[in-house]
T-cell receptor, first 115, second 112 residues
Framework: EAQVTQNPRYLITVTGKKLTVTCSQNMNHEYMSWYRQDPGLGLRQIYYSMNVEVTDKGDVPEGYKVSRKEKRNFPLILESPSPNQTSLYFC??????????????FGPGTRLTVL | DQQVKQNSPSLSVQEGRISILNCDYT??????FLWYKKYPAEGPTFLISISSIKDKNEDGRFTVFLNKSAKHLSLHIVPSQPGDSAVYFCAASEGGYSTLTFGKGTMLLVSP
């Protein structure tokens, strides 16, 4: 089954404790992206990657890091989480160009709470 | 500056009636537009899209209309069903690349 998986689905942590949210897709997509969803603000892009070893900042990259060492994985790293990073996070993927390139597949979401 | 705007945070419609969700954009370089649907505790799922070379696209009960001169698009759902109750996001992209700019979403409630 074609899918984007994220782990963990729920996480409660404390300020300053480094964490990683994993994202994996099995569709051989070049493009992967991370979004956060906050009430009244919709979906905002954090980082994206057009292919392996190619990453770029989205609209709200501060406080986050990503890496793209393999095509299928795109982890989101919070080196020193703060309460304002409490949010619902989504990973998404799509072909980079051509047919279907705009129709991103989303993962189920990770709800993060930073105390 | 918000490039994709959904000015109605919520919309309530009776089952069987038409639901019309609106979206405005400011970036004239956008040439591809999409609607996503999101249920609670799930990720957004792609619903329907339209290229800027068209002004209408239909898929079953869902139709998207694009008015380029007004920089406005709308999603029509006819007839609306209770299972359509969800948050709907409008999104746009430019130049055939994958990066999407999303609106803030409109919560649709379809009552029986």
């Amino acid at each position: 089954e074609a899918q984007v998986t994220q782990n963990p689905r729920y996480l409660i942590t404390v300020t300053g404790k480094k964490l990683t949210v994993t994202c994996s897709q099995n569709m051989n997509h070049e493009y992967m992206s991370w979004y956060r969803q906050d009430p009244g603000l919709g979906l905002r892009q954090i980082y994206y990657s057009m292919n392996v070893e190619v990453t770029d900042k989205g609209d709200v990259p501060e406080g986050y890091k990503v890496s793209r060492k393999e095509k299928r994985n795109f982890p989101l790293i919070l080196e020193s989480p703060s309460p304002n990073q409490t949010s619902l996070y989504f990973c998404a993927s799509s072909p980079a160009q051509g047919r279907g390139s705009n129709e991103q597949f989303f993962g189920p979401g990770t709800r993060l709470t930073v105390l | 500056d918000q490039q994709v705007k959904q000015n109605s945070p919520s919309l309530s419609v009776q089952e069987g009636r038409i639901s019309i969700l609106n979206c405005d954009y400011t970036n004239s370089m956008f040439d591809y537009f999409l609607w996503y649907k999101k249920y609670p505790a799930e990720g957004p799922t792609f619903l329907i899209s339209i290229s800027s070379i068209k002004d209408k696209n239909e898929d079953g009960r869902f139709t998207v209309f694009l008015n380029k001169s007004a920089k406005h698009l709308s999603l029509h759902i006819v007839p609306s069903q209770p299972g359509d109750s969800a948050v709907y996001f409008c999104a746009a992209s430019e130049g055939g690349y994958s990066t999407l700019t999303f609106g803030k979403g409109t919560m649709l409630l379809v009552s029986p």
